[in-house]
């Protein structure tokens, strides 16, 4: 074999393992933004050209469009409020309040950020289907059967992460995402 080749070879599976380690790095979830509030982790200027780069690349790997910040802030979990990882054997339970933002939506997303198949069709629960008398103290279960009034279907014993939109957050929301209140993942039972 030639130096040329030898050379061009070790090139191309040099940028081949460089590019494959890079994507697995940013695929495993959004704790590369840097803001962490209990299991959520989110970032700042999402969605904007003043993103960083990890923060881009991350986006353009697992979200389909994002918002700047004005729109909407983007929680992804990947962890229980106990730092478990979210595991589809086990049921959850996902527990809030008001959330200082125009609406909001919680989505179940498996590892790579993509919607897992299930019979009841159901993904995400949303504030517009939260009761005005619960909206300080509701609860969406996270199980392969309906337990409760709000639901999200896992079909699976794979791992599993949440995404909690914030649609139009306030000023405040903005500015202390790190610190503001957001709803708790309590594991439940898990199957054997």
Not at 116 to 145: L, Q
Request: net charge positive; glycine share 10%.
């Amino acid at each position: 074999m030639s130096p040329g080749l030898r050379y061009g070879l070790m090139l191309v599976a040099g940028l081949a393992i460089g590019t494959g380690t890079a994507v697995a790095q940013l695929r495993q979830s959004f704790a590369a933004m840097g803001i962490e509030n209990g299991p959520w982790r989110t970032g700042e200027k999402v969605g904007t050209a003043d993103a960083s780069v990890a923060t881009r690349a991350t986006v353009a790997l697992r979200g389909l469009l994002a918002l700047p910040e004005r729109e909407a802030i983007y929680f992804n979990a990947a962890v229980d409020s106990q730092g478990r990882k979210l595991i589809g054997k086990c049921a959850y339970r996902v527990s809030g309040g008001t959330i200082d933002a125009r609406w909001w939506s919680l989505t179940l997303y498996d590892s790579k950020g993509y919607l897992i198949p299930n019979p009841a069709s159901v993904h995400s629960v949303g504030s517009a289907a939260i009761a005005p008398d619960e909206a300080a103290n509701w609860t969406v279960d996270v199980a392969a059967k309906r337990t409760g009034a709000h639901w999200i279907a896992m079909p699976d014993d794979q791992p599993f992460e949440l995404t909690l939109r914030a649609y139009h957050p306030s000023r405040q929301l903005r500015a202390e995402r790190g610190r503001a209140p957001l709803p708790r993942i309590e594991r439940g039972e898990c199957r054997a």
